[in-house]
């Protein structure tokens, strides 16, 4: 069992939480102590700070909590090997410190043995024993025994025998290394090397690079180059390629500045590193899922017959493995079979089967050299993915029909029995080793929690038996702190009775796991007439019922690019083919919308509004867009309408705003800008999943002010809904054309026609709108916030846009 332990330096060990019940001779051999590093930790309001010294009354006793406040401590020293004991004295040169947990470590002196330090988790959530933390002196680490041998005693002074609490029957032995520096500062190594290569390009010393000493570093000092050319290239000479090659480097780790101060130089190589991680990870997902699709027993190797018959009826594993070998005739072609004969040996290494190890070897190999990418991706196959489900909290009450729901939705779930929390005193602790037990039988991909059975996710974080995506229903109080870089989900409610969590807490939460997404539900405003036009959820989170929104977090959570990306692109799914095939066509860029604007007027200009005929592919596809319905029922109805009324409406005339200075000025360099903010939160752009196309409707008047401005058409923090601010300030925009028609946002001309535009939102990574918000949005990463926002996580049909340049007026659109 690995328990959340912080090394100090040399052999020093801090042991968090309810540690005294595991230093018992039988509980805690020396490699099994590791040292997980989590993010920091989130206090929630109301809550005691760690200086207050007990935990937070909203915990409800969980035992692996940070909020521990140690006094002034006693070090007991050990009898050295071979010396007489120490005196109990304090150490004189101790200076505390406290880690991302607020669990303090305090260096022993020179002549006493590693000290041990156990803070005890009492019953009611104190700090067990007295008032100041157990010490434990022993001997060094590789003096200890093993669970059969010898056993260290606890110092006098500390806690009795009494408060350790209840023996564990430990899962497993997970040892890592524990004599590696500080693990609260993994990149403490890379960080001095970073600077030694900051101080060689830095020529004149002023701290700042210039573009000249960079080049020249990179072209003269092959170290240099090793590390910042992209990967690891070597450039050395006087020609004008190498030239070229180390000026453009420049542009890449300088991020456009004309100079590169030592912040911007390390924060380019985290982002750098970020990135590999998770095209590793990535990799590592995909080659998963394709040696999933090969190995039907689950057996854990795959033999040459699953083989043989996985490329006959599988075409995306016959190309990637045999392109154009035609794995369709394989049994009745020698040459094929006799390729994927020798293929098979090769990566099975002379053995009977393939391991996954070697089929992820040859996938790496091959992918590094042709540049191919293993299909299916992540989330594709949900059959193939297994959900390690924590039974309490999810097979009760209301949330039986979530578990339906995600059983009916295909993946293979298990189980797990573990116990529901009974009461204020109730710990994770005395679960933990069955739970580690079936985590290794099953080999999950994604932990699933709600409601009172997400009491388990900070102990299994924090004693490292999960480090994998995690998918968190109902926000549990004893949640605050997420793992770095951990796929994790988080569905609350803004009208959860059980646990009233506010919306700031779960945002600063996400926010500092830096792979986090928040489904969170909220109360929109009022309309005129005192009504709300969406309800947040409560406890039991209906809206994960609808869209098939459960299924999709849980996808999210295995997405190889992060949960946020993947559901992003899942709301392109409610369009239906028709609709999306004709906003691809259109395209979902400036630049591709520019291209088919009018030749230039004989005397240079443009016509402000251009014709698009009938006949051509673009109507078409504009009315595509503007015709069809979502795949399902749309959150919002209106009396009086019907879907019979608006099949009959017709598209009269499309007319292409060709406005050069809101395209040329507003809009493009808006785009580029939301780019680059995407990319340095290490979020690749995506055209179509952070832009769309949507409709607004608004009086003759508005419409021709919108069409005629010359630097920007909308005005979003003068727009709003009909004067209610339903999701905050903004410019409003639907994703359907008849809500902005039965809404009657368009005002009918005297001949009875009415007009609308399309639009493209560079919307970027939008959050949950809320009436309370002013115009600024809420932080994303900081320094960057959201982009925009909508009314719904799951299935958006209004989007907010808060900046004039998001928004492009692209289709007049005249029906009737």
């Given at each position: 069992?690995?328990?959340a332990?912080?090394?100090?330096?040399?052999r020093?060990?801090?042991?968090?939480?309810h540690?005294?019940?595991?230093?018992?001779?039988?509980?805690?051999?020396?490699?099994?102590i590791?040292?997980?590093?989590?993010?920091?930790?989130?206090?929630?309001?109301?809550?005691?700070?760690?200086?207050?010294?007990?935990?937070?009354p909203?915990?409800?006793?969980?035992?692996?909590?940070?909020?521990?406040r140690?006094?002034s401590?006693?070090?007991?020293?050990?009898?050295s090997p071979?010396?007489?004991?120490?005196?109990?004295?304090?150490?004189?040169s101790a200076?505390?410190a406290?880690?991302?947990?607020g669990?303090r470590?305090?260096?022993?002196?020179?002549?006493?043995?590693?000290v041990v330090?156990?803070l005890c988790?009492s019953?009611?959530g104190?700090?067990?024993?007295?008032?100041?933390?157990?010490?434990?002196?022993?001997r060094?680490p590789?003096?200890l025994k093993?669970?059969?041998?010898?056993?260290?005693?606890f110092?006098?002074?500390?806690?009795s025998p009494s408060?350790r609490g209840p023996p564990?029957a430990l899962?497993?032995r997970?040892s890592?290394p524990?004599q590696q520096g500080?693990?609260?500062r993994?990149?403490?190594?890379?960080?001095e090397e970073?600077?030694?290569?900051f101080?060689?390009?830095?020529?004149?010393?002023?701290?700042?690079i210039?573009?000249?000493?960079?080049?020249?570093a990179?072209r003269?000092?092959?170290?240099v180059?090793?590390?910042?050319?992209?990967?690891g290239?070597?450039?050395?000479g006087?020609?004008?390629?190498?030239?070229?090659i180390?000026?453009?480097?420049?542009?890449?780790?300088?991020d456009g500045?004309r100079?590169?101060c030592l912040?911007?130089?390390?924060?380019h190589?985290r982002?750098?590193?970020?990135?590999?991680k998770r095209?590793?990870?990535?990799a590592?997902?995909?080659a998963r899922a394709m040696?999933?699709?090969?190995?039907?027993?689950?057996s854990g190797?795959i033999s040459k017959?699953?083989?043989?018959k996985?490329?006959?009826r599988?075409?995306?594993?016959?190309?990637?493995?045999?392109?154009?070998?035609?794995?369709?005739?394989?049994l009745?072609?020698?040459?094929v079979?006799d390729?994927?004969?020798?293929?098979?040996k090769?990566m099975a290494g002379?053995?009977?089967?393939?391991d996954f190890?070697?089929f992820?070897?040859?996938c790496?190999?091959i992918?590094?050299?042709?540049?191919?990418?293993p299909l299916?991706?992540s989330?594709?196959d949900?059959?193939?993915?297994?959900?390690?489900a924590?039974s309490a909290?999810?097979r009760v009450?209301?949330?039986?029909?979530?578990?339906?729901m995600?059983e009916?939705?295909?993946?293979?779930?298990?189980?797990c029995?573990?116990?529901?929390p009974?009461?204020?005193?109730?710990?994770?602790?005395?679960?933990?080793?069955?739970?580690?037990g079936e985590l290794a039988?099953?080999?999950?991909?994604?932990?699933?929690?709600?409601s009172?059975?997400?009491?388990?996710?900070?102990p299994?974080?924090?004693?490292?038996?999960?480090d994998?995506?995690?998918?968190?229903i109902?926000?549990h109080?004893s949640v605050n702190s997420?793992p770095?870089?951990l796929?994790?989900v988080?569905?609350h409610?803004?009208?959860?009775q059980?646990?009233?969590t506010p919306r700031?807490?779960?945002?600063?939460?996400?926010?500092?796991?830096g792979?986090?997404?928040?489904?969170?539900?909220?109360n929109s405003?009022?309309l005129?007439?005192?009504?709300l036009?969406?309800?947040?959820d409560?406890?039991?989170?209906?809206s994960l019922?609808?869209?098939?929104?459960l299924?999709?977090l849980?996808?999210?959570?295995?997405c190889?690019e992060?949960p946020?990306?993947h559901?992003?692109?899942?709301?392109?799914?409610?369009l239906?083919?028709?609709?999306?095939?004709?906003e691809?066509w259109?395209?979902?860029?400036?630049h591709?919308?520019?291209?088919?604007?009018a030749?230039?007027?004989?005397?240079?200009?443009r016509?402000?509004l251009?014709?698009?005929?009938q006949?051509s592919e673009e109507?078409?596809?504009?009315?595509?867009?503007?015709?069809?319905n979502p795949?399902?029922?749309?959150?919002?109805?209106?009396a009086?309408?019907s879907?019979e009324?608006?099949d009959?409406?017709r598209?009269?005339?499309?007319?292409?705003?060709e406005n050069v200075?809101?395209?040329?000025?507003?809009?493009?360099?808006?785009?580029?800008?939301?780019q680059?903010?995407?990319e340095q939160?290490?979020?690749?752009?995506?055209?179509?999943?952070?832009?769309?196309?949507?409709?607004?409707?608004a009086?003759?008047a508005?419409?021709?002010?919108?069409l005629t401005?010359?630097?920007?058409?909308f005005?979003?923090?003068?727009?709003?809904?009909?004067?209610?601010?339903l999701?905050?300030?903004?410019?409003?925009y639907a994703?359907?054309?008849?809500y902005?028609?039965?809404g009657?946002?368009?005002?009918?001309?005297?001949d009875?026609?009415?007009?609308?535009?399309?639009?493209?939102l560079?919307?970027?990574i939008p959050?949950?709108?809320?009436p309370s918000h002013?115009?600024?949005?809420?932080?994303?990463?900081?320094?960057?916030?959201?982009?925009s926002?909508?009314?719904?996580?799951?299935?958006?049909?209004?989007?907010i846009?808060?900046?004039?340049g998001?928004?492009?007026?692209?289709y007049l659109?005249?029906?009737?």
């Amino acid at each position: 069992l690995r328990l959340a332990v912080v090394a100090t330096r040399g052999r020093e060990l801090c042991l968090s939480s309810h540690a005294m019940a595991l230093v018992s001779p039988p509980m805690l051999p020396p490699a099994a102590i590791r040292s997980p590093v989590l993010g920091s930790r989130v206090v929630r309001p109301g809550a005691a700070s760690p200086s207050a010294g007990a935990s937070s009354p909203r915990q409800g006793g969980a035992s692996f909590s940070g909020a521990v406040r140690v006094a002034s401590p006693t070090v007991v020293r050990a009898r050295s090997p071979g010396g007489p004991a120490g005196a109990v004295s304090p150490p004189a040169s101790a200076s505390p410190a406290t880690s991302a947990f607020g669990v303090r470590a305090v260096s022993p002196p020179r002549s006493s043995g590693p000290v041990v330090r156990v803070l005890c988790r009492s019953p009611s959530g104190g700090v067990g024993g007295s008032s100041s933390s157990a010490v434990f002196a022993s001997r060094p680490p590789s003096d200890l025994k093993g669970p059969r041998g010898a056993s260290s005693r606890f110092a006098s002074g500390g806690a009795s025998p009494s408060a350790r609490g209840p023996p564990l029957a430990l899962g497993r032995r997970i040892s890592t290394p524990c004599q590696q520096g500080a693990p609260g500062r993994p990149l403490l190594k890379e960080e001095e090397e970073l600077r030694r290569a900051f101080t060689l390009i830095d020529a004149d010393q002023d701290g700042i690079i210039s573009r000249l000493e960079f080049v020249n570093a990179v072209r003269r000092n092959p170290v240099v180059a090793s590390l910042v050319l992209p990967n690891g290239g070597v450039c050395q000479g006087d020609d004008e390629l190498c030239f070229d090659i180390a000026d453009e480097a420049f542009d890449i780790v300088s991020d456009g500045k004309r100079r590169i101060c030592l912040q911007d130089f390390v924060l380019h190589f985290r982002r750098r590193a970020r990135e590999a991680k998770r095209e590793a990870a990535k990799a590592v997902s995909e080659a998963r899922a394709m040696f999933d699709l090969i190995d039907v027993d689950r057996s854990g190797a795959i033999s040459k017959l699953e083989f043989v018959k996985a490329l006959v009826r599988n075409a995306k594993l016959e190309r990637f493995l045999l392109p154009g070998s035609g794995g369709a005739q394989l049994l009745d072609n020698e040459k094929v079979f006799d390729t994927a004969n020798l293929l098979f040996k090769s990566m099975a290494g002379g053995r009977r089967h393939i391991d996954f190890q070697a089929f992820q070897r040859y996938c790496r190999s091959i992918g590094s050299e042709s540049g191919r990418s293993p299909l299916p991706s992540s989330g594709g196959d949900r059959a193939s993915r297994c959900v390690f489900a924590m039974s309490a909290g999810l097979r009760v009450g209301q949330h039986v029909r979530l578990a339906c729901m995600l059983e009916a939705a295909g993946f293979r779930i298990y189980w797990c029995d573990a116990p529901a929390p009974d009461g204020p005193g109730w710990s994770a602790l005395p679960h933990l080793g069955i739970i580690a037990g079936e985590l290794a039988e099953v080999k999950p991909d994604v932990l699933l929690c709600a409601s009172v059975g997400g009491a388990y996710v900070m102990p299994l974080w924090q004693a490292g038996l999960w480090d994998g995506p995690t998918v968190l229903i109902n926000a549990h109080p004893s949640v605050n702190s997420v793992p770095p870089d951990l796929p994790f989900v988080i569905a609350h409610g803004s009208n959860d009775q059980v646990f009233p969590t506010p919306r700031a807490f779960l945002e600063d939460l996400a926010s500092i796991g830096g792979n986090c997404f928040l489904y969170f539900t909220g109360n929109s405003g009022r309309l005129p007439s005192g009504h709300l036009s969406r309800l947040g959820d409560g406890h039991e989170m209906e809206s994960l019922l609808q869209y098939d929104c459960l299924p999709r977090l849980v996808d999210s959570a295995l997405c190889p690019e992060g949960p946020e990306t993947h559901m992003l692109r899942s709301w392109r799914h409610q369009l239906t083919d028709a609709r999306s095939k004709a906003e691809q066509w259109l395209g979902f860029t400036p630049h591709s919308f520019q291209q088919r604007w009018a030749p230039l007027l004989p005397d240079g200009g443009r016509r402000l509004l251009a014709d698009v005929p009938q006949s051509s592919e673009e109507f078409r596809c504009v009315e595509a867009a503007f015709k069809e319905n979502p795949k399902e029922m749309p959150a919002y109805t209106f009396a009086n309408t019907s879907q019979e009324q608006w099949d009959a409406r017709r598209v009269l005339r499309v007319q292409r705003v060709e406005n050069v200075f809101q395209a040329d000025n507003n809009a493009r360099p808006y785009f580029t800008a939301l780019q680059q903010s995407l990319e340095q939160q290490g979020v690749a752009f995506e055209p179509g999943t952070h832009t769309c196309w949507a409709f607004h409707g608004a009086a003759p008047a508005a419409l021709e002010s919108i069409l005629t401005n010359p630097v920007a058409g909308f005005q979003p923090l003068a727009s709003g809904t009909r004067g209610a601010s339903l999701w905050g300030p903004g410019t409003y925009y639907a994703r359907d054309a008849r809500y902005v028609c039965d809404g009657g946002f368009c005002h009918p001309a005297p001949d009875g026609t009415r007009q609308m535009l399309m639009c493209m939102l560079a919307t970027g990574i939008p959050c949950l709108g809320d009436p309370s918000h002013i115009g600024v949005l809420p932080f994303r990463q900081r320094p960057h916030r959201y982009n925009s926002s909508v009314d719904s996580l799951s299935c958006p049909e209004v989007y907010i846009i808060q900046h004039a340049g998001a928004a492009l007026p692209c289709y007049l659109i005249t029906f009737a």
